[in-house]
């Protein structure tokens, strides 16, 4: 049997994964061009004062990131399971357990990543004192991970459903919002010239934790899903 | 390869089968036969072990498998070379000249780099078929995998059934049309549970 | 007994409606929690009847089990 | 120790024992409520500062107690019913959510409709209220999640991976909303805190947590009742049940 | 030829896409409950005191609305697409106009129809001053019927594309910002005050107009798509 | 009831066929045959009147016309009696005792209310063939109609297009299988273009 080492397979399927999602250059764009739309929505929508919309600028910021996840983790398994892909995956000899955590990887890299990379721009557009930022683009970093692996899940856990859009949000929401509360708080923290390394500390601890445990419950989910 | 002893299955209040014992030797081709809702594909998924829960029975796999499904699990935006080379069952790593020479088994020659979207249904099809060529997996589960193939590219699907069984390997599928391999064939009645 | 009538215990001291409408919605919810169960077993023991009775000629697959 | 684990997996005999359990708890557990109610609102002296609205507290507060320890319930249902597959526990799972929704639901509107007039508002973003409000959410995504898979044992097992995520986050959320409430500190609201409550107040409302308890503990097995029959249609008992209980 | 009458066929059709947006009975509480998810994440990610959540809550109720038509809009013809059903509705002898209307109806009633009805409890739970709740129960009405017909267009013109999902939304979004500002602008002069009667007065214009011009387009745009 | 002249398609920068032409008469069945990839789906669709662009030469549709394409239209939430009963085509107005009619003539009697993605590949194939049995328009074009149809099923089928035919109906299918009705048969080799 040519069976491929873990390793290497979890980078084949990274590298798929980015492809599928990147197959057009237009589209490393689209996401950017849909934060930056939606962040323009709240000063249309709550009033252009600058001074407000400076201190609100965090928590606009982490629920903008944390309502794009949303939208893009239910796709995260969809296609594969309708075409058949993930029912090879499950039969593949390397463990579920790491190609999760690739196809998580990808979806990430796609969104939460570019949000955090790009982040400083669009806290310049809301008017984030620029003190703020750094605490803003690592808090964002670490937290947009924690939101894909719970995300996963939600997917995993719906994708065999024949109508899981709406449902995967509900499942999933209440598990953002303890990462919508330290990854904001982590920004206020620094806006208002404290550390925000406790708050840091705590995403990157939630991270571990479920670095170890979601791609667990994703495989488990997939296999339920399949099996439907 | 594979043994599986009084398997039953009840799906939606309904005894799809029951009692079906099942051995597939080396050099063997069997035939799974039913009417459309017989429980052909259901069997097949438990056999490969898809599906975990709801039936009773034992299946043992002594040896590796490849599972061709209804679905084609091939990517419309990827090119057939890319779909076979990352491919998702992990059984991979073949050679770029490999997967050429697959492609052109299948009647894929030149279309190798379109997007696998614009592929007519039959060659949606052979993108997965073409895995038949790279697999070195000892027994073959295959569903239906005459589906949008025209007559051509039948018999070359059965030549290279009869080659892959020449090499000691297994087949099992389901099919509404009889195959014609110069093997043993036996045929499996789901109806009522005989090997014939 | 702290209230010296009934519609001072209606009333209480004007947080009645507050009270007493949370005691009701309470007493709603109670109500469905213990009834839901028990209508969905007597449905389905209905149900049940029926199709026993529907396939008395055919002999159904009964599975016997401890 | 063992035969009653394995009587306890088996549906027939916990189909009969909760019957006769049933059968003397849920008359007490009716009469409780209506002691215990009658206990709250006409016995006990008000609030000296809330005055009568704050007898909303005797189903307030078990309402809140109980669907909290529920979920814990649910969640243990849950890890037995994936690692040891016992069939019962998926199906006391199964019957968790629902109980529990509906408790968070009297806890937080019983909460909004005392919030009225002590505080003059409807709703805050308080930790605790929040808290709550994402337990209900918690609770729901279960009952959803189980509705929508058609094969019931299937379902059974996704909503045991749910419940035990959730088991993992619940002391996460709770920490956070915490936090999140006490970094912001919004002046104008403040709870009294617990340690305040009189003696005469307190005995019937720890009187009514334990009521509640039993309230949860007979709908959890009327509908575990239900669910038994539901999935053991095709066995013999279930069909020698359904010709016993014939009426006429 | 059993022909149906075009009012028959589209009461069929809207029959249809409703049964398939809520096939059981716990369906309906679905959307509801991510509204109250999406609306509890403000708090949590701008702070809890009373008086910022109540001025901004006219803002946050409409992006909430504006966001969760953005996300449905996106599969309002993609199951049809995939399954033929969209290639038979284009054959069917009735005019498409209406057919095109009867999808974004289901949609409308699903999304923007349901918030609105209870758009009241949230405004409440945010604290937004009672005398401004009517103004945005009709804002909301109004504006989610222009929003999901809007939707509608950029859905019909991307359901084709193998990787529509992002593309719709930046399709869509320059044309949503108008209702956004209308809509909010309502309820804040409501809160100030003031009538809020002229800008209900342009959403109803720009309702009028789009329950007029947006059908054709989304008849072309199903033409254009299934014939790729 | 159709007529095409001189049509020519090019797609992916390869002719894909070109002159064809075709007249499709009442009692009239026409088989399109082409390997895999040979453009016959794509003439349908071009017949159908769902591809307006990029292919050259005039089609005249006379007649009301039924299109069954590759994708089933069938609604996994939907109970094949809705399916049949709500059907986007628009072409429907059946009452509920034709449509379980339909049903049981392709063998889904019983089937009628259990949603439609529990059923297997074949039965949900079925579920579009039913229509078949409900539409009056006098034209049917037909993608593959045998894919995934067991051996009794496609012999029901043909009986359906033999009275079709009888009835004074013409059908134009694709099909990689012979079809056998006892009616004038032509067939349009795509690779030439012509119609034997
Ligand atoms: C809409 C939501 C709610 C409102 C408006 C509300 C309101 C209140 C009020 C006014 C009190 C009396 C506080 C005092 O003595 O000054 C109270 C007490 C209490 N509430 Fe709630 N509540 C709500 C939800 C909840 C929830 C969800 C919980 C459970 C976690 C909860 C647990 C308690 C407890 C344990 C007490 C009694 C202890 C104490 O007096 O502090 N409440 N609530
Ligand atoms: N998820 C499900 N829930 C309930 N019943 C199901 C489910 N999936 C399949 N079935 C039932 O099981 C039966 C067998 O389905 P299966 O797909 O195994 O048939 P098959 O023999 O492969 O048919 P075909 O030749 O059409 O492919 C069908 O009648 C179907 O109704
Ligand atoms: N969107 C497209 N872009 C480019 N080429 C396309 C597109 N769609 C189809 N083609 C090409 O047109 C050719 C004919 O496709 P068509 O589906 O008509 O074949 P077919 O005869 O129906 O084959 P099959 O028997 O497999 O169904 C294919 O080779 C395909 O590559
Ligand atoms: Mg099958
Ligand atoms: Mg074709």
Redesign the pocket.
């Known amino acids: 049997m040519n069976t491929l080492s873990t390793p290497v397979f979890c980078g084949l399927l990274l590298r798929r994964q980015l492809v599928l999602g990147l197959r057009k250059p237009i589209e490393i764009g689209n996401p950017l061009l849909f934060f930056a739309m939606v962040i323009a929505l709240f000063p249309l929508g709550l009033g252009p004062a600058p001074d407000t919309l400076a201190v609100f600028a965090p928590g606009i910021l982490w629920i903008v990131a944390l309502l794009s996840n949303l939208l893009s983790s239910d796709g995260v398994f969809r296609s594969d399971f309708e075409d058949g892909s993930l029912e090879q995956l499950l039969l593949a000899p390397q463990p579920l357990y790491f190609s999760a955590l690739a196809y998580v990887l990808a979806q990430w890299l796609l969104t939460g990543f570019l949000l955090a990379l790009l982040s400083p721009l669009f806290a310049v557009m809301l008017g984030l004192d620029a003190a703020a930022i750094p605490a803003l683009a690592a808090s964002l970093l670490l937290g947009t991970g924690v939101l894909s692996l719970v995300g996963g899940i939600g997917a995993a856990l719906t994708v065999g459903l024949q109508r899981g859009g709406m449902l995967i949000s509900l499942l999933i929401l209440p598990f953002y919002m303890p990462v919508l509360i330290f990854g904001s708080g982590a920004v206020q923290a620094a806006l208002a010239g404290a550390s925000a390394a406790p708050y840091l500390a705590i995403l990157g601890a939630m991270l571990c934790m479920a670095v170890a445990l979601a791609p667990a419950a994703i495989a488990a989910g997939l296999r339920i899903s399949v099996d439907a | 390869m594979l043994e599986a002893d009084d398997l039953a299955l009840e799906r939606g209040g309904r005894q799809l089968f029951s009692a079906i014992s099942l051995r597939v030797n080396a050099g063997e081709l069997v035939q799974i036969e039913g009417a459309n809702g017989a429980g052909k594909t259901s069997l097949l998924r438990i056999l490969a072990g898809l599906s975990r829960y709801g039936f009773s029975g034992q299946v043992r796999r002594r040896a590796p498998q490849l599972f061709l499904g209804h679905h084609s699990a091939v990517k419309g935006l990827l090119t057939p070379r890319e779909n076979l080379a990352w491919h998702v069952s992990g059984e991979a790593g073949n050679s770029g000249a490999e997967i050429d020479q697959a492609l052109a088994a299948v009647g894929l020659y030149g279309?190798e780099d379109?997007p696998s979207h614009?592929?007519?249904?039959?060659?949606h099809r052979r993108v997965n078929l073409a895995r038949l060529y790279l697999s070195r997996a000892p027994l073959w589960l295959l569903d239906e995998p005459f589906t949008?193939i025209?007559r051509v590219g039948v018999t070359a699907l059965e030549t290279r059934l009869a080659e892959h069984l020449g090499e000691g390997g297994a087949v099992l599928l389901t099919s509404h049309q009889t195959v014609a391999v110069p093997h043993p064939l036996r045929s499996l009645d789901l109806a009522t549970g005989l090997l014939t | 007994m702290y209230f010296e009538s009934l519609s001072a215990v209606l009333q209480m001291d004007g947080h009645g409606g507050f009270v007493w409408s949370a005691y009701l919605i309470t007493l709603v919810v109670i109500v469905y929690i213990l009834y839901a169960p028990r209508r969905r077993e007597q449905r389905f023991l209905r149900q049940l009847r029926g199709q026993i009775r529907r396939n008395s000629g055919a002999a159904a697959p009964v599975r016997e089990e401890s | 120790m063992w035969s009653f684990f394995h009587k306890l997996g088996s549906p027939p005999w916990l189909y009969r024992i909760s019957g006769s359990i049933l059968r003397w708890l849920l008359p007490l557990t009716l009469l409780a409520l209506v002691a215990g109610s009658v206990w709250g609102l006409l016995f006990t002296a008000p609030d000296f500062r809330q005055g009568n609205s704050y007898r909303i507290i005797y189903i307030h507060v078990p309402a809140a107690v109980v669907a909290l320890a529920g979920y814990y319930v649910m969640a243990i249902a849950g890890a037995v019913s994936l690692i040891w597959r016992m069939k019962m526990a998926d199906i006391a799972m199964r019957a968790c959510a629902p109980i529990g929704a509906a408790l968070t639901f009297v806890a937080l509107v019983t909460g909004s409709i005392w919030g009225k007039p002590t505080w003059g508002t409807w709703w805050v973003w308080d930790a605790r209220i929040t808290s709550m409000l994402i337990l209900l959410f918690l609770y729901l995504g279960v009952v959803a999640l189980y509705e929508a898979y058609e094969n019931k044992a299937l379902a059974a097992k996704a909503c045991a991976v749910l419940s035990l995520v959730g088991t993992v986050n619940i002391p996460i959320i709770y920490k956070s909303v915490d936090w999140w409430y006490s970094l912001h500190q919004p002046a104008s609201i403040k709870f009294t805190g617990g340690s305040t409550i009189d003696p005469s107040m307190l005995y019937p409302l720890l009187f009514m947590i334990v009521t509640f308890y039993a309230l949860f503990t007979c709908s959890l097995l009327l509908n575990m009742r239900a669910e038994i029959l539901q999935r053991e249609a095709r066995t013999g008992w279930v069909r020698r049940l359904a010709g016993e209980r014939e009426p006429g």
Chains 1, 5 share one sequence.
């Open positions: 279309y379109v614009t592929l007519s249904a039959g060659q949008a025209d």
